[in-house]
Structure formats: C-alpha cells, structure tokens
C-alpha cells in the first residue's frame, strides 16, 4: 500500500507493518502505543518535545544526537554509558562530591 501527499489520519491497529518506510512525513501529535518495534531505525526526525514513557530501549544507540535540556526520571540506567563511560559512575562520582561538599 502507498500513501502519497495526503494529510489525513491514519488509524492502523493490529497491523504488521514491519519493513514499512516513513520518509518525509509529519508526525505531530502522533502517538506510539503498545508497539513492537525492535530493530526500528530512526533517522535524521526532529522529535523534539517527544515523551517516552514504559518504553524498553534496551540495547539502543544514539549517535549524534541532540538530548539538550532531556530529562530522564525514573528508569533502568545499569550499563548505560555516555561516550564510553558508564553514568552510574558518574552519578556516584557526583554523589561522593555532593557529600564532600564539593558540589
């Protein structure tokens, strides 16, 4: 199936729409819900504002990439690492620092 130059709303449920490409297309306002996704490429999209909220990005990369202003509160961070360092380090390191003062 091909969509093309078309603003309307599409509504897909119980649907395997693997291998499907979105090229150059707005998705304000979209929303996700109860996906599989796994092995899913997403490339230069602006998401700015986006909310993730119960999503598994286990294993997931992001390579040049904005996360200016990004907030993450409440997850699983074991093994996560930012340029090559593991950020449980880093937060213990800024917790001894805090606790010594020396924030």
Not at 4 to 13: C, G, N, P
Not at 62 to 84: Q, V, Y
Request: charged letters at 25%; proline letters at 0%; zero cysteines.
């Amino acid at each position: 199936m091909r969509i093309e130059d078309s603003s309307e709303r599409l509504d897909v449920m119980n649907s395997d729409i693997g291998a499907s490409v979105l090229s150059d297309v707005s998705m304000n306002g979209a929303r996700i819900e109860n996906a599989a996704a796994m092995g899913l490429r997403v490339l230069n999209v602006n998401a700015s504002g986006a909310s993730f909220d119960d999503v598994d990005l286990t294993g997931a990369r992001f390579h040049n990439t904005k996360l200016e202003n990004a907030e993450i509160t409440d997850s699983r961070i074991s093994g996560m690492k930012i340029n090559g360092i593991l950020v449980s380090d880093l937060l213990n390191a800024y917790e001894a620092a805090a606790a010594a003062g020396g924030k």
